[in-house]
């Protein structure tokens, strides 16, 4: 009998350092007010919340990317990001739950981008006291979440099948991806 309580504490983990890390991956955009990032963070947030839910996913999203934005210099975006990349993986998570197909996956991925640029949109409007700025960011995280849903659709259902394959998912009731 495995003990569950560690399975999850240890999968959890390793989604939010898998985030943290992969969000080191980026480049700097010159376009925006802030400069903007596009990384490739949001590739094991969206992996965590399809295949393991959304508690996995919010946590993946909140502590992973919060985590790097406080160690790795954009300390004032770290409260923002924490509750805006959470929510994103919080509703992939919420959506995918028990629905592992493409449609639901599409439909989760376009929700967790309208989170990211309404998200930031408003955080960089308060960080900065200007509301036009912000519009200027919405092609970075247009990019940034395009790349990562696009990884996302092509890998997941194999990571899916795998992981439940292994007896690393506990969602029995989970119906399997096409």
Known sequence: MKNTKLHDLVITAAFIA?????????????????????HLGNIPLFFGAIIFGKRVGGLAGGV????????????????????ICGLMGLTVGAICENHHDYLHYVLALIA?????????????????????????SIPGNLVQVG?????TLIVVNRLYKLANHMGLTHHEKRQQPA
């Open 18 to 38: 898998l985030t943290y890390v992969f969000t080191f991956i980026n480049v700097r955009l010159p376009i925006a007010a802030n400069g903007g990032l596009v």
């Open 64 to 83: 992973g990317m919060g985590l790097f934005d406080l160690l790795g210099g954009w300390t004032a975006w770290a409260p923002f990001t924490f509750v």
């Open 112 to 136: 967790a981008c309208a989170i990211k640029i309404v998200g930031y949109y408003i955080a960089e409007g308060v960080i900065y006291g200007n509301w036009i700025a912000p519009v200027s």
């Open 147 to 151: 790349l990562g849903a696009a990884v």
